[in-house]
């Protein structure tokens, strides 16, 4: 048994600790657009200031949690000698999901700096739905780890 395939249990413990990271990020950063947006209402340069600083710092704590969650997630993969792509439809289709939340992460990104440069094409409204989407996709992603419906 090779060393990635015996430490199976440390690698998954590793992954559910980094995205727990990353979902704190994809939870946050689009409630800090929020507040961006009123305090941009508000001509609030201060707390324009503020979150421009902080959606950075989240911005950057995220990339870590998603990176290094797709690392382990890679090494999962690898621990089982790739078998798992083999007729684990719930595993592509949490890819899939997966696929579409680092494609969200990076239009979070945009939206950031678009803020950065005094910009904000979206209302408080759009925002507020805007951060409802990871919630979705997680209970999802999570029914398809747990149930391995197909």
């Not at 997630?73 to 621990?79: D, V």
């Not at 939340?101 to 805007?130: D, P, Q, V, W």
């Not at 997680?138 to 419906?149: D, M």
């Amino acid at each position: 048994m090779s060393f990635i395939a015996s430490h199976y249990l440390l690698w998954k413990s590793l992954h559910l600790i980094f995205m727990v990271a990353w979902f704190a990020a994809l939870f946050y950063l689009p409630r800090f657009f929020v507040y961006h947006t009123q305090a941009l209402q508000r001509n609030d340069a201060q707390a324009m200031a503020y979150f421009r600083v902080m959606e950075k710092k989240l911005y950057i704590i995220g990339h870590i949690g998603m990176g290094l969650m797709l690392i382990f997630a890679l090494f999962l993969i690898a621990a089982n000698q790739f078998a798992w792509f083999k007729g684990q439809g719930w595993l592509h289709a949490k890819a899939l999901l997966v696929a579409l939340l680092i494609a969200y992460y990076i239009f979070c990104g945009r939206i950031m700096k678009a803020f950065a440069r005094g910009e904000n094409r979206y209302s408080e409204t759009f925002y507020r739905f805007f951060n409802e989407f990871p919630a979705v996709l997680l209970i999802i992603i999570a029914l398809l780890a747990s149930l391995k419906p197909f």
